[in-house]
């Protein structure tokens, strides 16, 4: 079975630094490009950062450049995001989800999505 | 960007009816090297992550019912349910691929009337 779990979410100070982890199994992690994908409570779904398969490549949405950094270990089926300088606009559920494609938008969208980790930014 | 839109914002429809979904891109998503719309829909169930129905705009993922089907080409698509299960109450949403970033629609509610 396919499956991603998200952690690392909580309750974060403005300013904070958490890192949200993303466990894979049951599929070849390191042959898919994977992104994290966000949604602020009642709101619609915002793409945040996209890796690909090797970690050679990363991308992000506008509203996180420069204070987000994707990342994998391919060794321990793993995909990070490290967020930094949090605002409270981030307050979120942040999902993982693994692309169909080797490199970020060489696939056909999202097929495999976590649960989600809740990030909560305020003092 | 691309900016995606979709209309409705909600919808009811009675058990049994047709539901209809528009979306529209800002520029065509479709790729002239390979003749495909770079168009995914995702249906998002209370509590639950997204899930894919459809890319390439029509083309189904596998264990999606056939009474859900995606069409159109260009900025315009379109997915219909044609017989609405209560099953399918949920939010629907359309995201483009064509270019980074990777864009959604606002989504669509759908409820039983």
């Known amino acids: 079975e396919v499956v991603l779990l998200e952690s690392g979410g909580g309750l974060v100070q403005p300013g904070g630094s958490p890192r949200l982890s993303c466990a894979a199994s049951?599929?070849?992690?390191?042959?898919?490009?994977m992104s994290w994908v966000r949604q602020a409570p009642g709101k619609g779904l915002e793409w945040v950062s996209g890796?690909?398969?090797?970690?050679?490549?990363?991308y992000y949405a506008d509203s996180v450049k420069g204070r987000f950094t994707v990342s994998r270990d391919n060794s321990k089926n793993t995909l990070y995001l490290q967020m930094n300088s949090l605002r409270a606009e981030d307050t979120a559920v942040y999902y993982c989800?693994?692309?169909?494609?080797?490199?970020?938008?060489?696939?056909?969208?999202?097929?495999?999505w976590g649960q989600g980790t809740t990030v909560t930014v305020s003092s | 960007d691309i900016v995606m839109t979709q209309s409705p914002d909600s919808l009811a429809v009675s058990l049994g009816e047709r539901a209809t979904i528009n979306c529209k891109s800002s520029q065509s998503i479709l790729y002239d090297y390979d003749n495909k719309n770079y168009l995914a829909w995702y249906q998002q169930k209370p509590g639950q992550p997204p899930k894919l129905l459809f890319y390439w705009a029509s083309t189904r993922e596998s264990g999606v019912p056939d009474r859900f089907s995606g069409s159109g080409s260009g900025a315009d698509f379109t997915l219909t349910i044609s017989s609405l299960q209560a099953e399918d109450v949920a939010v629907y949403y359309c995201q483009q691929y064509y270019s980074t970033p990777p864009t959604f629609g606002p989504g669509t509610r759908v409820n039983v009337k």
């Open positions: 890796i690909s398969a090797s970690g050679g490549s990363t």
């Open positions: 989800a693994k692309d169909t494609g080797t490199y970020h938008l060489t696939g056909h969208g999202m097929d495999v």
């Open positions: 049951g599929f070849t992690f390191s042959s898919y490009a």
